[in-house]
């Protein structure tokens, strides 16, 4: 029986498949960079002017560029850059970089005019976007009344993950008027891949990186379990379902796809919140005269679910599940087991064991 290790919080958990329920498990490509190639490309970072490093999204890959920053200031016998880090991941941070000389702090929105700001995000695919990266993660937090018309200009009510989009104009026009570098890079589980130094409005033509290691002709499957491969891409519902609308194409009419995605912070979505409340009508959704967060992940998810069903293992009250009429289930045995007593116990499964960083097709 092969034993397959997935991502679940911050922590794996283990999911028993007998051989001939394993229909395949879908990895992500790449060739990591060593330390010292990512240390080769981190040079033109002039760390004697006054910096701070700003974190808006924590991983392993940000925190290894954050390592191999810091390791430079120690040799070099320089002051080490101030970390700006946003809320959620504050204690994240301060627990795994104890030095008693480094300044970490929450970071606000009246800090964007500081030209000394070096943000450093990881970048995934996107269904409004196309591409989640520096430039939309700074429209999503400090660009609200700009986010409506990047919805607006959508491409359909279905999401378009890995796609060159109108609505990716929206968020580089937002971060042209800010006088900030950003490092963006490209990683897979195993480690960082690619990454690019500049600013947001450049750094963004890495994604060709991206979808080099990400994209997979995989056919379509009737069954398929999605971790999202990493903690910070299913700390809520609403962000872990990036990881569906990857895998979203290689559904069957009529399968069913079940995320493995903790979301030990809850929905993490305004919208969809408003949504379980009775709060938000399909008809303001479609047209809305406001933008609220995570609109267009429920749009999408509401039209999906209309192509395939949706399960989730994770620690969401079941009330909201059957709110979003998604199936819920305590673990991931229970998880399995109700794709074999309904699709048949000769039911063939496909693992996605790194959801935020493939593309299937």
């Given amino acids: 029986m092969p034993e397959i290790w997935l991502s679940y919080g911050p922590t794996d958990i283990v999911l028993d498949i007998r051989a001939e329920n394993l229909d395949k498990k879908i990895e992500v490509g790449g060739t990591n960079l060593t330390d010292l190639e990512i240390s080769s490309k981190l040079e033109q970072i002039d760390l004697t002017k006054p910096t701070e490093l700003v974190i808006l999204e924590y991983s392993k890959s940000v925190q290894k560029i954050i390592s191999i920053l810091l390791e430079k200031c120690n040799q070099k016998s320089i002051p080490k850059p101030k970390i700006l880090v946003d809320k959620f991941n504050f204690h994240v941070l301060k627990n795994i970089f104890s030095d008693p000389t480094l300044i970490i702090s929450e970071f606000g929105m009246s800090q964007l005019s500081n030209s000394s ?9 996107d269904g409004l976007f196309g591409f989640n990266t520096i430039s939309t993660k700074l429209i999503r937090r400090f660009g609200k009344d700009h986010m409506l018309s990047a919805y607006e200009k959508r491409k359909g009510n279905l999401p ?49 990186s991206l979808s080099s290691i990400a994209i997979s002709e995989v056919g379509k499957h009737r069954a398929m379990i999605i971790s999202t491969g990493k903690e910070s891409s299913d700390q809520t519902f609403g962000r872990s379902l990036s ?71 994770s620690i969401l ?16 045995k229970h998880a399995m087991d109700h794709v074999l007593k309904t699709q048949g116990a000769r039911q063939k499964i496909s693992i996605v064991s790194d959801g935020s960083h493939v593309l299937l097709r």
């Fill in 160 to 208: 378009a993950p890995g796609e060159d989009l109108q609505t990716y104009t929206v968020a580089q026009k937002f971060t042209d008027t800010f006088d900030i570098t950003a490092i963006e890079i490209v990683a897979n589980s195993l480690g960082v891949v690619d990454l690019s130094v500049g600013h947001p409005s450049t750094t963004s033509s890495i994604s060709k």
């Fill in 117 to 125: 700001l070096i943000f450093i995000g990881e970048m995934e695919f």
């Fill in 243 to 313: 990881s569906l609308w990857n895998c979203s194409e290689a559904i069957k009419e009529e399968g069913l796809a079940i995320l493995l995605a903790e979301c030990h912070n809850g929905v993490g979505s305004e919208a969809i919140q408003q949504y379980i409340e009775g709060r938000m009508s399909l008809d303001r959704l479609q047209n809305p005269a406001k933008y609220l967060d995570g609109m267009e992940d429920l749009l999408f998810l509401i039209e999906t679910q209309k192509k395939f069903q949706i399960g989730i293992v």
């Fill in 317 to 332: 009250p079941e009330f909201y599940t059957k709110k979003l009429d998604i199936l819920s289930f305590g673990g991931i």
